[in-house]
């Protein structure tokens, strides 16, 4: 067996944290699975591990943490909904990550087949006849037969590295009709997208920076909450999920390991920085800093000035 610089390093116990964080660079969809039990009571969770199965007979399977409250529902359910959320459903996601009594009050739903909850304005719905269920160690992971399905078309809510995200084309990806021009037109098209330009430059520049929080050793969502506790003290998780772009589950989790480390403390009053936080949290302002200051050193401060007010008038839009 060969090894070198990049081959992995094997243990017996693997880091739950960071394996679950190197799952995170599997960018998915996101998902809400309903479902009815014979007593009329409703379940709703938001999942990414939806996927495809099979063609003929149609099948699609999910999984569910063992554990959590809903599952005894989904176990014994004769029918499920997927739910493919469409990319302005951030909230709704947030909504059905969070532990709460009544899930569905406030909530718009329509029934579907077995009186099962299904969503308007989704990318996709899937109402399933529950099919298998096999046991995949701490989840249990069901298969359904597709007897309904709905393609709306809609941009789909992604989910990667903890955070939300939106798709878009690959700007290196040609459309038939830019194949059948000749590659000088079509590359001159798309070097100089402005829409394209913008993704390729704000990819270069995380790719760029996320490699430099390892030296605080904190994720990108962590770092992320240090900041906007430090600007907002006392914000919620509900506040931050939306100011950080990333799910309430993901959130929640970043503050607890932030708290383990003695960096923040969530209690009544939301989530406040610990004097150990606000140092930590002034090493992240310091980094992004020094980035920024590096990734525009070749500009002049006019330059700088005329992007910022660019920049500024389209969020205006």
């Known amino acids: 067996m060969t090894s070198d610089a990049t081959s992995p390093e094997f243990c017996d116990q693997f880091s739950a944290q960071d394996f679950r964080r190197a799952l995170g660079n599997f960018a998915t969809g996101v998902t ?10 409703l379940v709703g969770t938001t999942a990414s591990s939806f996927n495809s199965l099979s063609l003929d007979p149609p099948l699609i ?7 959590s409250r809903a599952c005894p529902i989904y176990e014994s359910a004769d029918y499920f909904a997927v739910n493919v959320l469409a990319s302005d459903q951030m909230e709704l996601s947030n909504h059905f990550a969070r532990q709460q009594l009544d899930k569905f009050a406030g909530i718009d739903w329509e029934e579907g087949i077995g009186g099962v909850p299904v969503f308007p304005n989704c990318a996709a719905r899937f109402q399933c006849e529950t099919h298998d269920k096999f046991d995949g160690g701490d989840h249990w992971i069901f298969v359904g037969k597709v007897i309904a ?8 809510l992604c989910f990667h590295q903890g955070s939300y995200a939106t798709l878009f084309s690959h700007p290196g990806a040609s459309s038939k009709t830019d194949s059948d021009t000749t590659n000088s037109d079509s590359n001159g098209r798309l070097a100089n997208h402005k829409f394209f330009l913008m993704l ?3 990819r270069a520049y995380q790719d760029a920076y996320q490699p430099k929080l390892k030296s605080l050793e904190l994720n990108l969502i962590e770092s992320r909450v240090l900041l906007f506790v430090h600007d907002y003290p006392g914000i919620d998780a509900g506040a931050l999920s939306s100011h950080v772009n990333a799910p309430i589950n993901e959130v929640t989790e970043a503050q607890a390991n932030l708290g383990n480390r003695g960096f923040v403390v969530v209690d009544g009053n939301g989530c406040n920085l610990t004097d150990k936080g606000q140092a930590k949290a002034n090493e992240c302002w310091e980094l992004a800093a020094a980035h920024a200051k590096q990734a525009f050193a070749n500009f002049s401060d006019e330059q700088i000035d005329n992007f910022s007010d660019v920049l500024n008038a389209l969020i205006a839009q």
């Open 149 to 156: 399905f709905d393609d709306f078309g809609r941009s789909p």
């Open 200 to 202: 390729k430059a704000v």
């Open 61 to 67: 399977l999910w999984s569910c943490i063992k554990e």
């Open 32 to 41: 809400i699975i309903t479902a009815r039990s014979a007593e009329g009571d």
